[in-house]
């Protein structure tokens, strides 16, 4: 028999996850709250007995961390292979369990019928008290085994747990939630768009009835990749409950010959007991420190200017220096090129591919813009979108071959583009020189927004194959290839916006575009949504335009101001067209931002209860001496007077200075309460538990307030 313990812990700050492994596969029947040492793994086996069912199995198959058709179990299997024979049934029994540490642990469990190896990494990390778990397969024999699904770690949910947070969206308008009751049967969302997605984000919260911000148990769930995804909660009709997310595999697409392996995707994991914005915490505390590269973390993240509304393909050398000059003005510290610089990009049919200066805009290369803008003080930075063709472009005409797509099926049209295979290597040396190139001319370029603007709809490689494992795999591969020739140049993610943000691609760049809207009032929702998971200083936030050219909705540019300064702060509009008041007016927000980046980067986020008239937020600094609140206004209020606002993260202790920091002048048609607080203290407990009676404003107005402790 296997010497190997009955039960393992893993411990963190707030929570304990018991795994039991009497059955044949290592299964959880605790996560939740921290126990005490006075509880006994056996009392908790004791009371999750469960005994034979009318009309049942007399052994209930467990939900164990894969659980499999070999073991009976009527959910969605963990684990789907196929060898033409009997591995379809494959049934695993465990025998190491190897435990380093009260926060990491590694089951191995083998099928010696069918000569398959399964492997379960789990690390619960104690202070974020986020599970990073994955599961391992490897082939044993020499027949070939095709993966047909293998989920990261399946983790089973009390019972209790009654509640879906849904994360759905479009283009433009990433990251909404939507919550639903948890129903008999199985909530599952499936991504097959190559990417993220702006519609699939992959994650999920659970929670009960009575949990919102700052109450109730919840779980939330994120998986770490970037290509295609499967996430399922399901309630069994024997009334148990289990969260199960993977790579959603196409056909053919992983293929094990002997002792090679598939490992799925890390699933992030956390649960708290207090509600939704300290599991928020959890997760964008786990992400700074183990995610983000601390070089350009630790140091104030740079103002942007992107040049994209602004001027869209029209590129010349002398309106791209006044670009520059009127960004510096404004306060910008870098200074980014978007699509338009390279051969025969005046419009986006033509040009991708082609990664070479045009010649024809700018007749001495970029050194003269480049010049031009550090001579402002300014970083420069330059947009790629590296991953794909466009019919028109000489690259294409020389390789036609070099794309992915399948036999007999005419290629879609979308956005006049054809989506490169990375998984040729000679596609990926082509890539690697073509940027490389760039970069070594103009050591100056300290920034690259690397775009993705397509989806993979037909993904078959040269051999026909389904390639979007491999193709994820290898864009991977490319981002931390020039990071290790060019350490010093930080990378953002961008895919139409918000289609490529996920712990996987964290691993290799450094910000975000969290959506192609700079709608100050659909900003609002999407950054809240983008909260539940992610911080704010990955978050690329714009002050775009007047007019939206998105949503052509007028915002002004206080409120515009307002949104932007809560995540990694730019501009991305046409400064020569600013007013007066308007530049002025960013001067002073951006130099608002400057002196209070510093907390907005590092603080603990706040969210406060949506009340449907307003989206409202704030952060506070680790020691809670400072604080930042947002009080967003998106329509009128029904009633004469708006509600209180309730300040939340403060220290009840301390005393607080209270001050309107922004807009720096508010209209206003009768005196209001700002009138009278405005600089005058309050204790942390008044703030939060009676509140501030909000002023009669008018909607699309913000209003930003800082406490600074006495």
Not at 449 to 455: A, G, I, L, T
């Amino acid at each position: 028999m296997a010497n190997y313990p009955e039960f393992v812990q893993l411990n963190a700050r707030n929570c304990t996850i018991i795994i039991r492994c009497k059955s044949a596969t290592p299964e959880i029947i605790y996560y939740g709250q921290a126990l005490s040492n006075t509880t006994s793994l056996h009392m908790l086996a004791h009371l999750s007995t469960r005994q034979e069912a009318k009309c049942a199995v007399v052994h209930e198959p467990p939900i164990s961390l894969s659980p499999c058709l070999g073991d009976g179990f009527t959910g969605h299997p963990g684990i789907t292979i196929d060898d033409g024979d009997i591995a379809w049934s494959v049934s695993p029994k465990l025998i190491e369990v190897e435990q380093s540490s009260q926060q990491s642990v590694v089951f191995t469990s083998i099928d010696a019928h069918r000569h398959i190896q399964i492997r379960h990494q789990l690390e619960l990390d104690y202070e974020s008290q986020v599970l990073a778990c994955s599961s391992i397969i490897t082939n044993l024999n020499s027949r070939l085994v095709t993966v047909v699904d293998l989920a990261a770690p399946t983790i089973a949910l009390p019972d209790h747990i009654n509640r879906i947070m849904a994360f759905e969206g479009r283009w433009s308008h990433e990251f909404q939630t939507r919550t639903l009751d948890l129903f008999l049967g199985a909530y599952v969302r499936e991504n097959r768009k190559g990417k993220t997605s702006h519609d699939n984000f992959p994650g999920v919260i659970v929670h009960d009835e009575h949990t919102h911000e700052y109450h109730g148990e919840c779980y939330g769930f994120h998986l770490g990749w970037s290509g295609n995804h499967r996430t399922r909660v399901e309630l069994l009709p024997e009334q148990r409950t289990y969260v199960q997310m993977g790579e959603l595999l196409g056909s053919g697409e992983v293929k094990l010959s002997l002792n090679e392996r598939y490992a799925s995707p890390t699933l992030y994991v956390s649960y708290s007991s207090s509600g939704l914005t300290p599991l928020s915490q959890q997760f964008h505390q786990f992400v700074r420190q183990h995610l983000l590269d601390s070089r350009f973390h630790s140091k104030p993240r740079p103002v942007h200017y992107n040049t994209w509304e602004g001027i869209y393909f029209n590129h010349d050398v002398d309106a791209l220096k006044t670009l520059a000059d009127k960004a510096a003005l404004a306060g910008a510290e870098r200074f980014v090129l978007d699509d338009g610089w390279f051969n025969g990009r005046r419009h986006d049919k033509a040009g991708l591919g082609d990664w070479q200066v045009d010649n024809s805009v700018y007749p001495d290369g970029l050194g003269p813009l480049i010049q031009h803008v550090v001579s402002k003080g300014m970083q420069f930075g330059i947009w790629f979108e590296p991953e794909m063709v466009n019919p028109d472009s000489e690259l294409y005409r020389a390789h036609p071959d070099w794309v992915l797509s399948t036999q007999g099926n005419e290629q879609l049209n979308f956005r006049h583009q054809l989506v490169l295979d990375l998984t040729r290597k000679e596609v990926q040396e082509y890539l690697y020189e073509q940027i490389a190139t760039v970069l070594n001319t103009y050591p100056d370029i300290s920034y690259i927004k690397w775009d993705m603007n397509r989806d993979i709809n037909h993904s078959g490689d040269k051999f026909g194959v389904s390639a979007v494992h491999k193709q994820t795999q290898q864009v991977y591969a490319l981002i931390a290839r020039i990071k290790r020739a060019h350490p010093n140049v930080e990378i953002e993610s961008c895919s139409s916006g918000g289609a490529r943000i996920d712990f996987g691609i964290l691993q290799h760049t450094d910000r975000v575009w969290t959506s192609d809207s700079n709608d100050a009032l659909d900003r609002l929702s999407i950054q809240r949504g983008y909260s539940f998971f992610l911080p704010s200083n990955l978050m690329g936030s714009h002050v775009g335009p007047r007019d939206c050219h998105i949503t052509g909705r007028h915002i002004k540019i206080e409120t515009r101001i307002a949104v932007a300064m809560f995540g990694h702060m730019g501009m991305e509009m046409d400064p020569r067209e600013l007013s007066g008041h308007e530049m002025k007016t960013l001067q002073q927000g951006i130099a608002l931002y400057k002196e209070k980046r510093h907390l907005i980067h590092s603080g603990d986020y706040f969210r406060i209860n949506n009340d449907d008239i307003s989206i409202s937020f704030g952060i506070v600094s680790q020691d809670k001496a400072e604080g930042l609140f947002s009080y967003n206004s998106i329509t009128e209020t029904k009633r004469t007077q708006p509600k209180k606002y309730r300040f939340v993260g403060l220290d009840a202790r301390k005393t607080y200075r209270l001050k309107l920091i922004w807009p720096t002048q508010l209209y206003e048609y009768s005196p209001s309460i700002l009138s009278f607080i405005n600089g005058e203290c309050f204790t942390g407990e008044a703030l939060m538990q009676m509140g501030m009676q909000l002023p009669i404003i008018f909607p699309q107005t913000s209003l930003v307030f800082s406490v600074n402790s006495e």
